[in-house]
């Protein structure tokens, strides 16, 4: 391979880093692959910091010593995010979501990708320092912005069940007490998920009373893993008193009027 | 802002345009963003261009014309997908992964962000040129793979339910067998789900009989959808007669022997 132009190897770095979020990469593995001396890959990497976070498109940090290099950060800041949200609390204000029983239809908002990436990089965002070891959430409408959350941190997803299906193999079930409607559920997670000990970021897409984060909650007792942050999509005003303490919610549900057609939504941070 | 240089340029240019796969964005846009002639933004893009695909980290394409500009493709070569499958074929064949009722454990890779990542992006390569509308799948272990499918090609993603949520409205359903069990069981979708007249991926992760995805390829011609695609990340050697036609399958599992505790999987495609 001919010899790289500056701006033809920082182009490669940014691709790189950027598709593997919080990867570590080491000085050695860029100037083997752009064929260039590790002291002009350093000042490669030293123009890409400071555009990439001059231009606020996330953080570049490079960690020193031995097992050191340089990894890519996702970070949205709060005008970043207040943005985002206000769009998304305009979308989310249109009467036509209204289904009957007074929920708000959103997936297709939730499950549109660029929605869900950005979500996940604002809970990555907000939980960076937690040192997490897991994303946990539970089945089916959870997994979207977790799974998200999880790629902008670099950690794994762990999924919990509603039932109890035979391919996980042995598993460690719980029954909870879903807040709004008091009926008794199940959930279950295979016993393979989780190494004892972790630290686990909970994420889900909503939450009334809080029953099925409570839950989440009592299912990683079970697995010794201590949860070290909570995150939400909607949470909604009533009830007030939440089966949880502290969480992350972009956005407060107060009311969704059925008959004046009116959803009275808005940012929850 | 002060004017930026070349390398800061390509550096945004690059961030923006992989962060956002598939998108068209104008050189206006560009060009207002760096504080450049539209002519030294194309001059950058064209640099981008030469590097990111001679380096084989996807494509880059100008669209001409007024409604033109540059985007950003996921692009998996062959040989890339070929040595991806091989180091997870490696994985899949330990026999630690052999769970009771010889099935095997597979969440642990399905979950991991960047496997998932990477099956999303090799599906969306091979189905790039589909004019696909939306990705299908249905609840659970299909959802991963099916949104990183739709990231990488910026279009929806819909999952269809095996109950009939409330949260939903409206809602298809429609009554299938499973293949191999033979049982008869439900799933639905939002009727709100689907433009009618789509052109769609189904994505899942396992496909014994088929009986799943022919029940989704039902549920689709309900909305009247036309499939155009079909990827799956494991299919079974037995029963050989498939429910469905023409499918791509990354592994092949021919065996999973309990007694000897061998695990039979060879790459599908």
């Given amino acids: ?56 498109l996330g953080i570049i940090e490079t960690i020193p010593g031995a097992q050191g290099g340089v990894r890519y950060r996702t970070e949205v800041n709060n005008k970043q995010t207040m943005e985002f949200l206000k769009d998304l609390c305009i979308k989310l204000k249109d009467s036509s979501r209204i289904i009957p029983g ?7 908002i939730m ?11 604002i809970f990555a965002s907000k939980f960076a320092d937690k040192a997490a070891d897991y994303v946990v959430t539970i089945e089916t409408k959870g997994i979207i912005p977790a799974i998200m959350t999880a790629r902008a941190l ?7 069940r509603r039932d109890n299906r035979v391919t996980e193999g042995a598993t460690i079930s719980i029954n909870y007490v879903s807040g709004s409607s008091h009926k008794i559920q199940t959930m ?9 000990q972790s630290r686990v970021i909970v994420i889900d897409d909503f939450m009334k009373a809080g029953g099925t984060i409570k839950g989440l909650y009592d299912l ?23 089966l949880i303490g502290e969480y992350y919610s972009l956005f407060l ?12 939504i808005e940012i929850g941070i």
């Fill in 188 to 196: 279950s997670l295979s016993k393979r998920s989780l190494k004892e």
């Fill in 1 to 56: 391979m001919e010899k790289l132009k500056k701006n033809e190897r920082v182009t490669a770095l940014v691709k790189i880093l950027s598709d593997n979020p919080n990867h570590i990469f080491t000085l050695s593995y860029f100037s083997e692959l752009l064929h260039a001396a590790k002291s002009t890959i350093s000042e490669d990497i030293s123009a890409v910091k400071k555009i990439i976070e001059q231009m606020s």
């Fill in 111 to 121: 499950y549109d990708p660029s929605y869900a990436a950005r979500v996940g990089e």
């Fill in 253 to 264: 549900l107060k009311e969704v009027d059925n008959i004046s057609r009116h959803i009275d």
């Fill in 154 to 160: 670099n950690i794994p997803l762990v999924i919990a």
């Fill in 220 to 242: 990683m007792h079970e697995f010794r893993a201590e949860v070290v942050g909570t995150g939400v999509i909607v949470s909604t005003l009533e009830p007030k008193n939440k």
């Fill in 102 to 108: 007074s929920f708000i239809y959103m997936s297709d």
